[in-house]
């Protein structure tokens, strides 16, 4: 019995798809030039499918606190937080972001998978429920599959599906809501305000993944919550360092009196190593700037419109009506239509995200471009542009 054989049908998909020149899944950046360039198979192309939505990578402030603490402290901790792992950058970094969110409790994972992981694995017992969007992030899925819960989904963003699941399940039992503040591949943002009234109202704690969402959303970049007001009713606020941040990590911020018995209980926290310290002391900069760049943020935002606006005007069928995020999703027909327009548009050199179940939601295959706060308004109309170009060039019908 050969236990890879359960993936041949995944094997026969990907080589039924016509790629002829690259392949989506396997494209590797020879040089990044800039936040927002790289060179892919030779060609100079336009980064338009990457979550560096604040083009934090190589901001100076953070380039410098990264080398400075790599020559203090050495390439890794080899060690775990609660052991040998924790160095003073650690504790700053958490203090940095608890300030940022102005909440008194910040646990810092190696990775935003890890936080999503640690917090909802240990918080979801054996009597509990977990109630979730059924569009969530797979770390979402796999934190509930790793705790004792029993796990409730509802369609995605439908505050009426998710009261009437809440309505069935019983008053005294402990009940965790987890919802996102943007979702990744539509672009799309959650009724948080809405949700979060219908989840407290039914007594259940919340936890908000922000992944998608800080650095851009609210007058301090903190998310969707914020921008809505309403991070009093989120319990847990969950991110990333991977995104808008520009580096790897992840956390949890809280105001709960009890939330530091998680270091002692979250196995995705403890059984790993800690993050080196050049990426502690890169994460703590970036942070710091990106709390004062309300610039980089409004041109994000016009970036996000023009583009959406473009890609309309030009008859694209895209996810959401409005530029609710820098993500902008194009809807594309069918899987072979999807692979020709994503080699084309990379042959016209831009780099843009293909997409397809099951990490995309209700089956549907799109192009996720994203766009950048150092994106020029010159590049975004090339970027339009291109795909024009590139659906002409394959004959789409649009
Ligand atoms: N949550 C959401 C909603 C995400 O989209 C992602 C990453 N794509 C994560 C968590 C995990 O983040 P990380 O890359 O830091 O593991």
């Given at each position: ?387 024009i170009r590139t659906a002409k060039i394959i004959n789409m019908d649009f």
């Amino acid at each position: 019995m050969d236990l890879l054989d359960k993936f041949d049908s995944i094997v026969a998909l990907r080589t039924s798809l016509p790629f002829e020149k690259a392949d989506p899944f396997k494209v590797v950046m020879d040089e990044i030039l800039s936040e927002t360039e790289a060179v892919i198979n030779g060609r100079r192309t336009i980064l338009a499918g990457t979550n560096n939505y604040m083009g934090m990578t190589f901001h100076e402030d953070a380039l410098a606190a990264g080398k400075e603490a790599l020559e203090k402290f050495g390439t890794g901790t080899t060690g775990s937080r609660v052991l040998n792992g924790t160095y003073g950058g650690h504790k700053l970094l958490e203090e940095t972001l608890a300030d940022f969110y102005g909440m008194e409790h910040c646990m810092v994972f190696s990775t935003g998978y890890q936080a999503n992981l640690g917090m909802i694995s240990a918080l979801g017992g054996k009597d509990d429920f977990i109630i979730i969007d059924a569009d969530s992030h797979a770390s979402i899925y796999d934190g509930c599959s790793m705790s004792n819960a029993t796990i409730v989904r509802f369609k995605h963003n439908d505050v009426d599906h998710m009261e009437r699941r809440l309505k069935r399940l019983p008053a005294d039992a402990g009940k965790l809501v987890v919802v996102e503040g943007i979702y990744s591949m539509l672009g799309d943002t959650a009724p948080l305000k809405e949700m979060l009234e219908v989840a407290k109202k039914y007594g259940c704690m919340t936890l908000v993944d922000e992944a998608h969402s800080m650095g851009f959303c609210g007058p301090n970049g903190r998310g969707v919550a914020e921008a809505l007001g309403v991070e009093h009713l989120a319990d847990f606020i969950v991110g990333t360092f991977s995104k808008s941040v520009g580096t790897i990590g992840g956390f949890a911020v809280s105001n709960h009196p009890k939330f530091d018995v998680l270091r002692f209980v979250s196995r995705p926290y403890i059984f790993t190593a800690s993050l080196p310290p050049s990426v502690v002391a890169t994460a703590t900069a970036s942070i710091k700037a990106i709390k004062n760049n309300g610039n980089r943020r409004a041109h994000l935002w016009e970036n996000a419109r023009r583009l959406h606006a473009g890609l309309k005007k030009a008859g694209f069928n895209l996810a959401t009506a409005e530029a609710e995020s820098p993500i902008i999703a194009v809807h594309l027909p069918d899987p072979m239509i999807g692979t020709r327009f994503w080699e084309q548009l990379l042959m016209e050199g831009v780099y843009a995200n293909m997409a397809a179940p099951p990490a995309t939601p209700s089956g549907v295959f799109l192009m996720r471009v994203s766009v950048c706060a150092q994106h020029t308004a010159e590049q975004i109309d090339e970027i339009i542009a291109r795909f024009i170009r590139t659906a002409k060039i394959i004959n789409m019908d649009f």
